[in-house]
């Protein structure tokens, strides 16, 4: 099982930046696709952004522009860049890695964006 650590989460007002950090234990081998996903009060959990394997990215809609997603294999870390913060970010991001075809998801950290 992969441990993923997340850190960045924080409160920014609209317009503000944040960036979030996911380190997963172990090694890259095996590591399919890393990505984030949000969950706000009351919706389901959506995809954010994604980077798979080979170093394709994609992003859902609403964050083009304004997110940006890298990684880091040295150190086995995903990062999410965060810009242009609007108030409808405001959720919990969660860390996912697919390592070995298993999903692992990270503990989740909370973005607030306020006007």
């Known amino acids: 099982q992969v441990q993923l650590l997340e850190s960045g989460g924080g409160s920014v007002q609209a317009g503000g930046s944040l960036r979030l950090s996911c380190a997963a234990s172990?090694?890259?081998?095996?590591?399919?696709?890393s990505g984030w996903y949000r969950q706000a009060p009351g919706k389901e959990r959506e995809l954010v952004a994604i980077i798979n394997r080979s170093g394709s990215i994609t992003y859902v809609d609403s964050v083009k522009g304004r997110f940006t997603i890298s990684r880091d294999d040295a150190k086995n870390t995903v990062y999410l860049q965060m810009n242009s913060l609007k108030i409808e970010d405001t959720a919990v991001y969660y860390c996912?890695?697919?390592?070995?075809?298993?999903?692992?998801w990270g503990q989740g950290t909370q973005v607030t964006v306020s006007s």
């Open positions: 996912n890695v697919i390592k070995w075809g298993k999903t692992n």
């Open positions: 172990g090694s890259i081998l095996g590591i399919n696709a």
